[in-house]
């Protein structure tokens, strides 16, 4: 399978173009030049022709030590890791100065180079698009990204760099931060779905470059320097994993700009489908009122998490703030009691090496089967030992215990008058649950039924 490079100067249509060819909006679209920073891969179909592709970054001259130069050098590791690039340009904006820069620098590389001129619908990007010849790449191919037109003349440029025979696989065409597949497949014929989340400049996006070892998504002192949920499949000790970067989450009233809207609303949507979600806190800011609201709507999602307390070597009372931690974690979250917490330092790497296997742990966890039998045993001798309260009077009778699903745990209780069941009985059944059978650090469902075993023989 080939490997496809979008680039050109800000704002020409680049990610949505992207979406249009991994058929998903996959990636931030918005009129705001700059949307796009790290470079983004998807799986990218126009009929029958299967390849890859990857969004990037607005091309724009600068410093390479800034923001924007650093994205810039980004945008260029994609294009020399690229099969063929196309080079946008805003047809009804013409040609412009920054255009003719950049086509001249791709030029000089060893990456072939398609001209696309975007926005040709209608006739208002016949000026741009005669204009671009003088580029010298070529017959620019004339399309519209936001319409769909034009792909056919797309396929076509495209379609000499096809490879033989190729096939895409399942797992290649589903969505980079796309949901996992089935319960009842082989959990280690896949990769596990791990989302790294967090308050802005905590470290997500450092995390994420010292586990594969690579400077894979942009990092700095500036906050909120992440924007799209950016997926990179990874392999540990064997085992594939696909890790999700997102963007920084807020305090929802403090966020005001679209664009942090939209950045919050894509890594709230990569944690609702990723299986474990790695919580990153600021080891000199432990437990912000905001982390633990993130950390409420991962368990509300029935997601597993690990919490990583980062910038640990730079911690000087290290007991008591672990100490400081536990307990807040006790009674703020008691409904995911046992949660793993892993101490390290994403920029220096120091016990980065501990965080994998917290969450496998926690992915085992949070995948397990307790047999209908063990439950009900256990069951009976919660009921002998801790009964029902009375309701109007008469004992609730609790008469059968299955597990309805993994992924978390969810057990269905059948009872005589399940409505009637105080929650704080049930709390003492879900804390049970989690003491017995060694559920710590995930979150238990429990749904109260109204009836007798539904897997009784009926006898009359």
């Known amino acids: 399978m080939f490997t496809v490079a979008i680039v050109g100067r800000p704002n020409v249509g680049k990610s949505t173009l992207f979406n249009r060819l991994v058929g998903k909006r996959l990636a ?53 890791e690229a099969d063929v690039a196309l080079l946008l340009i805003d047809a009804r904006a013409g040609v412009t100065p920054m255009d003719q820069h950049f086509a001249t620098l791709l030029r000089r590389g060893k990456t072939p180079v398609l001209l696309v ?16 010849y003088a580029l010298g790449l070529g017959d620019p191919i004339p399309l519209s990204a936001e319409h769909g037109e034009g792909m056919r003349d797309l396929y076509d440029a495209l379609g000499i760099y096809r490879i033989e025979d190729e096939s895409l696989s399942e797992e290649a065409e589903r969505d980079v931060a796309g949901a996992p597949d089935d319960e009842d497949d082989d959990a280690t014929a896949r990769p596990l779905h791990l989302a790294i989340v967090g308050r ?4 997500k996006s450092t995390l994420l470059n ?56 894509d890594s709230r949507r990569a944690f609702g489908f990723a299986e ?46 672990l100490k400081s931690i536990e307990e807040r974690l006790q009674t703020s979250l008691p409904q995911v009691r046992g949660v793993r917490l892993v101490t390290m330092s994403a920029l220096t790497g120091r016990h980065v090496d ?11 966890v949070w995948n397990k089967r307790i047999p209908t039998a063990a439950l009900n045993r256990w069951l009976e001798d919660v009921i002998s ?3 029902p309260p009375l309701s109007a009077g008469r004992r609730l009778k609790l008469r059968y215990m299955t597990q309805a699903k993994r992924r978390p745990p969810t057990f269905a209780v059948f009872a005589n008058k399940p409505v009637d069941l105080p929650d704080s009985y049930a709390r003492y059944l879900v804390n049970g649950l989690r003491d017995t059978f060694d559920l710590p650090g995930v979150p238990i469902r429990l749904m109260l039924r109204k009836g007798k075993n539904p897997y009784a023989d009926d006898k009359k």
Not at 117 to 132: I, V, Y
Not at 211 to 225: A, C, K, N, S, Y
Not at 233 to 241: A, C, S, Y
Not at 307 to 318: L, P, Q, Y
């Open 276 to 321: 474990i979600v790695a919580l990153v806190i600021d080891g000199l800011e432990p437990l912000h009122k905001q982390d633990l609201t993130i950390a409420r709507e991962v368990i509300e999602e029935g997601r597993a998490l690990v919490i990583a307390v980062n910038k640990w070597d730079m911690v000087e009372d290290r007991a008591k703030t």
């Open 354 to 364: 501990r965080l994998l296997p917290a969450v496998v742990e926690t992915y085992d």
């Open 210 to 265: 010292c586990l594969v070892g690579t400077d894979r998504v942009l990092t700095g002192p500036e906050p909120g320097i992440t924007r799209d949920a950016i997926s990179v499949d990874w392999e540990w000790r064997g085992r594939r994993v696909r890790l999700v970067d997102t963007a920084g989450l807020r305090r929802r009233a403090r966020v005001s700009e679209k664009i942090e809207k939209l950045s919050a609303a």
């Open 200 to 203: 802005p400049n905590v470290g």
């Open 28 to 80: 931030l679209v918005d009129d705001t030049p700059g949307v796009t920073r790290d470079r983004r891969e998807g799986a990218g179909r126009i009929g029958d022709l299967r390849f890859r592709v990857i969004d990037t970054a607005g091309l724009e001259d600068a410093d390479e030590e800034s923001l924007t130069g650093r994205m810039r050098l980004q945008t260029e590791e994609a294009f020399a």
């Open 117 to 132: 001129a975007n926005k040709c619908e209608g006739n208002a990007g016949q000026h741009g698009l005669l204009d671009s």
């Open 385 to 387: 030992t801790h009964p």
